[in-house]
Nanobody
Framework: QVQLVESGGGSVQAGGALRLTCAVSGDISTLIGITSVGWYRQAPGKERELVAA???????IYGASVKGRSFFSYNTDENLLALEMNTLVPQDTGNYYC?????????WGRGTQVTVSG
């Protein structure tokens, strides 16, 4: 079993910044042939949407609404995904999930809530 645990969420004022992390643990040796790692978010009443993720080419793509103010990283030595966002707006409010796709299997964390006010 592989576990993904997000942290770093909370309440932030508009215009502020945040850094989310996702710790990957468990039977990491099963994560062979990873095709994508990244972050998604879901606001109340809305579908889950892409924030940032890697393509099989390892290129990082960003969702249109966060492009230019977000940075995604994946430290394979520490098995840690990170997401940094700045210039936050209330529309960034939502539950943020990290994700790994490996050999057709999808692994998700339980999410960390981000609330942007003001």
């Amino acid at each position: 079993q592989v576990q993904l645990v997000e942290s770093g969420g909370g309440s932030v004022q508009a215009g502020g910044a945040l850094r989310l992390t996702c710790a990957v643990s468990g039977d990491i040796s099963t994560l062979i042939g990873i095709t994508s790692v990244g972050w998604y978010r879901q606001a109340p009443g809305k579908e889950r949407e892409l924030v940032a993720a890697t393509l099989p080419s390892r290129e990082v793509i960003y969702g249109a609404s966060v492009k230019g103010r977000s940075f995604f990283s994946y430290n394979t030595d520490e098995n840690l995904l990170a997401l940094e966002m700045n210039t936050l707006v209330p529309q960034d409010t939502g539950n943020y999930y990290c994700h790994i796709k490996s050999r057709g299997s999808d692994y998700w964390g339980r999410g960390t809530q981000v609330t942007v006010s003001g």
